[in-house]
T-cell receptor, first 116, second 119 residues
C-alpha cells in the first residue's frame, strides 16, 4: 500500500503567488513525523519543514507552512510569495517512529514551476 | 545544519567494473546512515539502512551481493556497486541521521548525491 501519496505531478504558479502542494499519508503508527524536502536540478535534498503527529500547531518555517489535517491524513505544503528559485521537485516523506530504523518513505514528488 | 558529503559526485565506468561511493558525516557522528537510489524523474527509493558496526539491512528486492554496504566508522558509510551494468546507472543519495542532541526531531541530512553512469 502506498504510504505517501502526492497526486500532483506538476504545478505552476506565478511569482509572488502562494501555492499548495498536496500530500496524503497512510499509517497505523500513532507516532510519526512528516517532512517536506526540496530537490533542485542539482539533485541535493533540502529539508524544508517538519510536522510531528502529536504537534498541536501547524509547522511554519519562513515562507513554508504545513497544513496538517490529522483526521484526513493530509500534510499539504503551502509556499507563500513564490520566488523563481522555488522551481524544483518537492517531496513529502513520512517516518514511522515505531518501525525499525525509523526510515523515511517518500512520495512520488511534485514538480513546481514558478513563472515570472 | 549538519553536513553530509558524498564522493565522488559523479562517476562513469565500464560495464563489469565495481564502483565505490563514500558517504561521510562531517560534523557529527551518525550511527545510522541510509542509501537511496533515484532514477530520472522518479522518487527516492530506500535501498538499505546502514548501522555502524553491524550488517546493513536491505530493502526487499535489493541485491545485497550487488550493492555492498560497509559502515566502518561513525562518520563513514560506503556503497560498492559490484559488476556494474548499464541498468545500475542512477543517482545514489546517502543520508545520515542526526543525533537528538543536534536536532530535536531527529532529522536526516542528505548528501549531495552521486550520479553513476555505466557504459
Amino acid at each position: 500500500a502506498q504510504k505517501i501519496t502526492q497526486t500532483q505531478p506538476g504545478m505552476f504558479v506565478q511569482e509572488k503567488e502562494a501555492v499548495t502542494l498536496d500530500c496524503t499519508y497512510d499509517t497505523s503508527d500513532p507516532s510519526y513525523g512528516l517532512f517536506w524536502y526540496k530537490q533542485p536540478s542539482s539533485g541535493e535534498m533540502i529539508f524544508l519543514i517538519y510536522q510531528g503527529s502529536y504537534d498541536q500547531q501547524n509547522a511554519t518555517e519562513g515562507r513554508y507552512s504545513l497544513n496538517f489535517q490529522k483526521a484526513r491524513k493530509s500534510a499539504n505544503l503551502v509556499i507563500s510569495a513564490s520566488q523563481l528559485g522555488d522551481s524544483a521537485m518537492y517531496f513529502c516523506a513520512m517516518r514511522e517512529m515505531n518501525t525499525g530504523f525509523q526510515k523515511l518513505v517518500f512520495g512520488t514528488g511534485t514538480r513546481l514551476l514558478v513563472s515570472p | 545544519g549538519a553536513v553530509v558529503s558524498q564522493h565522488p559526485s559523479w562517476v562513469i565506468c565500464k560495464s563489469g567494473t565495481s564502483v565505490k561511493i563514500e558517504c561521510r558525516s562531517l560534523d557529527f557522528q551518525a550511527t545510522t546512515m541510509f542509501w537511496y537510489r533515484q532514477f530520472p524523474k522518479q522518487s527516492l527509493m530506500l535501498m538499505a539502512t546502514s548501522n555502524e558496526g553491524s550488517k546493513a539491512t536491505y530493502e526487499q528486492g535489493v541485491e545485497k551481493d550487488k550493492f555492498l554496504i560497509n559502515h566502518a566508522s561513525l562518520t563513514l558509510s560506503t556503497l560498492t556497486v559490484t559488476s556494474a551494468h548499464p541498468e545500475d546507472s542512477s543517482f545514489y543519495i546517502c543520508s545520515a541521521r542526526v543525533p537528538r542532541v543536534v536536532s530535536s526531531y531527529n532529522e536526516q541530512f542528505f548528501g549531495p548525491g552521486t550520479r553513476l553512469t555505466v557504459l
